[in-house]
């Protein structure tokens, strides 16, 4: 048996007797570690499926770095990476950007993909801070609950929009590597990450305490110290003179009360479904817990000084988070994209309570690693309830991919600039869904397109007992000259292959989405799915048609407009 004899005679003393030795053995042996360890794989194969199945179209703040990145030819235009983006500096993310543009197509999974791997080395550093007086069985466990803490079903908002993860995930693994090498008193290079993490998020500007506090726990000269104040003043100095004017949100806020609660709840927000009260309940404790480990002597002791020097990060960072966004709301706090602060508070408080509760009872070493796996299963399971939220809000991503093609209207979603800005720069990087394999979905018609109207068949009155082909367009919204329709349409027999618009000549002009569930439909048509559902979006022509296509591509059609559920002449 393969054992691990760092800090085994600290662990394994006389005063627990010979029959401890078994359990001893067990706790140090490396196989079992590595079996133990392994399970921190799983995590992140979770995460991989749900960036997998996540859409190629990107979304929110990557349009417009990328129109600031990018001159109207497809350049790269270096100028625009200095310009801050909702108050962050994102010149490091910008180039993660531009290379997905020019490689990938601007694949939105491929960053996914990205941030993963930014995950993992952020975990792997972690990793090689655990105190080495624990036995390996218990370090094991602790690396576990850090995976599934890390890749934590809340934060699926950082992967699932690979954008997110590649600013926000990549500014904290330059953290942690700061930190690292400050704890190795490699201060120049550690100055340099640190420089560097700012210049990947916002939140990357909490280093610079959290570095000053591991320069006065480990009694560097204090010229270090002054260093590390000065040169993060420095950075401070240079966003100042870059951030522009700032937009209050919605909802205004800016009493001491709701700063805190906004704070509390993006401490503890891992540690909640969808509560911000149990959020800042978590939150307090978990601030009470660290405040109270400050009094115990082990907790101080320097193998654990990198460790509160990690958990002064994340309270910081949760500290700017609130401050700046509590005007959005005061359970800002819960937004998936900010779980990753969350974590970084959790992990260091676990594995600091872990190495003085091991100091204390070294019998229980057993407990306290299995312990630890079943703490970062709950927290990695307390997100189910926000994958569901941001799968929804992703719903409609294939409306947007058809609309940035069609160069239609861009004011129905949130992020998008003006589509014909976008459009020719696009075009130039063979950048999704400006690329060849772009489709609307049906195997053949695709925009510009031009079909017989005759091969076309109308849509019939719905009959409650017998199936057939029937359907209504029953919703429709207009903005600009672009009109997005809602409705069902079912064959009763035949699956329905994609949905398209066509104009009066028989042109597709635009498509959508089919497979979106209408419960309302089959309360009263028994005989029809549940998935009847579909939206499309097109210029606005009433004189147009919705073409429903079947699996067998018969073509069955509804007017352009919505007619609450009149069947065509």
Known sequence: MRTDGVGYDTWAGQEHGTGYAPVRQWMADRRLAFGVELLAVLPALAMAFEVAASPRLQLLDYWS????????????????????????????????????????????????????????????????????????????????????????????????????????????????????????????????????????????????????????????????????????????????????????????????????????????????????????????????????????????????????????????????????????????????????????????????????????????????????????LVGFTLGAPMVAVVREALTDVPLRAVALRAQLDDRFWYGFPPTDQLAGRLAALDHYPYTDDFTIGCGGPELGDRLKLSDMRPMLAPDEDEPGPTGAVDASETRGDTTLLRGWATDGREDVRCVLFTDARGEVTGGGQYHLARPDVQSLLEWAPSDTGFAVIAPTDPAGRVVIVLDSGRMLWLPGKAVEGEPPD
Not at 221 to 234: D, F, N, Q, S
């Open 65 to 376: 770095v990328l129109l600031r990145i990018t001159n109207p030819d497809g350049s790269y235009n270096i100028d625009g990476v200095w310009d801050l983006q909702n108050e962050h500096p994102l010149i490091i993310p910008s180039f993660f950007y531009w290379a997905d543009a020019k490689l990938f197509g601007g694949d939105n999974r491929m960053l996914g993909y990205l941030t993963i791997v930014i995950a993992v080395l952020t975990i792997l550093m972690l990793r090689s801070a655990l105190p080495k007086v624990l036995p390996v069985v218990l370090r094991a466990g602790l690396v576990v609950a850090m995976s599934a803490l890390v890749f934590s079903l809340h934060g699926i908002h950082n992967f699932a929009l690979g954008m997110s993860g590649a600013a926000w995930l990549t500014a904290n693994m330059l953290v942690v590597g700061s930190l690292l090498l400050a704890r190795k008193r490699r201060w120049l290079l550690a100055w340099l990450v640190g420089v560097l993490a700012c210049a990947s998020y916002g939140t990357g500007f909490a280093v610079w305490p959290a570095l000053f506090l591991l320069a006065c726990m480990h009694r560097e000269r204090w010229w270090r110290r002054i260093a590390t104040l000065v040169i993060g003043a420095a950075v401070v100095a240079v966003w100042l003179t870059m951030r522009p004017s700032v937009v209050p949100g919605k909802d205004p806020a800016n009493d001491i009360g709701s700063l805190l609660y906004a704070f509390l709840t993006l401490i503890g927000h891992v540690w909640t479904g969808r509560s911000a009260d149990l959020a800042a309940i978590a939150g307090g404790a978990i601030l009470c817990g660290l405040a109270a480990l400050l009094t115990v002597p082990s907790a101080r002791a320097g193998r654990l000084w990198f460790w509160w020097a990690v958990a002064c990060y994340g309270v910081l960072a949760c500290g700017m988070i609130a401050t700046a966004r509590v005007d959005f709301g005061t359970d800002i706090g819960l937004a998936s994209r900010y779980t990753s602060l969350s974590v970084l508070t959790s992990v260091p408080l676990l594995v600091v309570v872990a190495t003085v509760a091991f100091r204390r009872s070294p019998r229980n070493a057993p407990r306290f690693a299995v312990v630890s796996v079943a703490i970062g």
